[in-house]
């Protein structure tokens, strides 16, 4: 089936009591069962869930996988696929990542005695080249946040074969309509499902998609051991915006794209990174494994001053956290997303003081051009 066939369907069937066609929010606990030891496939709320998994399928599908599984936030799964590892075992991470995804190994997983190696993975070489005796797990984000730094997932997954290791694939950027990393050989995608998937600021969810049986079973018991998952409600919200995700994420991809050039040509940016404009190093790497550029821009307007006054004046973007909604939001890197990297990191991949990251929405372009014209010009 198409994409957004898959969208609208996968996962779902009408409800057999009622014919909704809708799937219903299974808002319960614990289900009866009709004697000792039988019972209709549910027993408890935190173990199953009907409405869960519908989403866990439909997102899998969407992602041409064959397991789903859903949890609380992005960050709850990206622990989640922590216990594929143990003590001792070495990872190899994207260097430019997430800024939560740092603080989770940095500053708690070291805790516990894995090691990893923090590598510029646009160069595969560099991957081949970090590999110990101990090295378990490859954890690639493509493009980065918020540099937009783009890794070859086939070159990557082919070193990752080469030794037996774990490829894992942060595709929150991109979600699963413009790239989708299994079908290039990697062997996990992790999402935040708060993102592009729902799309509309009200959700709150991290999801894990493989084909791999072994992390299924693994990833799935761990699921119900740390008892992170969604509520039903949540992944009922999250179920309805899978099925605009198509249209919405045109929209943010034909957005974002004038919007780059406007910053580009109109040199109110020193420097403006985005995989759809030529001047981008990895632009032809970006054609060739992502079926658009998606809606995440970052510039840099090299004075503090300038950048400070942008985020005060605008009026249709909002200054916040997180990104992947219909509405545009526009933030300070160094001190929000990424704000727990140290300084000196921070300067080394270009997340200046100057900094700034666009999630570019579905507005009418021309309003959120003159929006930022405004706020540096008026």
């Known amino acids: 089936m198409g994409f957004s066939t898959d969208a609208i369907h996968a996962g779902q069937k009408p409800d057999p009591v009622t014919g909704a066609v809708i799937t219903p929010i299974y808002q319960t606990s614990t289900y009866a069962q009709e004697e000792l030891g039988k019972h209709k496939g549910y027993e408890y709320g935190r173990t199953h869930n009907l409405t869960r998994q519908s989403l866990e399928a439909n997102i899998a599908a969407l992602e041409k996988g064959k397991y789903g599984i859903a949890f609380a936030s992005g960050l709850a799964a990206t622990q989640a696929l922590m216990s594929l590892v143990k003590s001792g075992d070495h990872i190899i991470v994207s260097k430019n990542v997430y800024g939560g995804t740092y603080r989770l190994f940095e500053l708690i997983m070291k805790d516990y005695g894995l090691d990893f190696s923090w590598i510029d993975t646009s160069v595969p070489e560099n991957i081949e080249n970090s590999i110990r005796n101990s090295t378990k797990l490859v954890y690639l984000e493509t493009p980065t946040n918020p540099m937009l730094t783009l890794t070859d997932l086939a070159a990557a997954s082919d070193i990752c074969k080469k030794h037996n290791l774990i490829s894992v694939v942060d595709n929150t ?64 919200l999250i179920l309805r915006s899978t099925k605009t995700l198509a249209v919405r994420m045109e929209r943010h991809v034909q957005n974002a794209m004038e919007l780059a050039k406007f910053l580009d040509d109109s040199n109110l940016a020193e420097k403006v990174y985005y995989p759809g404009l030529t001047s981008h190093p990895q632009h032809e790497l970006a054609k060739k494994q992502m079926r658009g550029f998606g809606g995440m821009i970052s510039a840099d307007f090299g004075d503090t001053e300038k950048a400070k006054k942008l985020l005060r004046n605008v009026k249709i973007f909002t200054l916040g956290e997180s990104l992947g909604g219909v509405e545009s939001l526009i933030s300070h890197p160094a001190s929000m997303t990424h704000a727990s990297v140290p300084k000196v990191e921070r300067e080394r991949l270009g997340i200046t003081d100057s900094l700034i990251r666009f999630s570019v929405g579905i507005e009418d372009i021309e309003d959120l051009i003159s929006d930022i014209n405004n706020a540096l010009n008026g």
């Open 173 to 236: 950027f991109m979600s699963p309509y413009l790239q989708n990393p299994l079908l290039l050989d990697c062997d996990v995608v992790l999402h935040s499902s708060t993102k592009y998937i729902n799309g509309h600021s009200d959700v709150i969810g991290g999801i894990i998609v493989t084909s791999n049986d072994k992390v299924h079973e693994r990833i799935r018991y761990i699921q119900n051991a740390i008892g992170a998952v969604p509520s039903p409600f949540d992944c009922w």
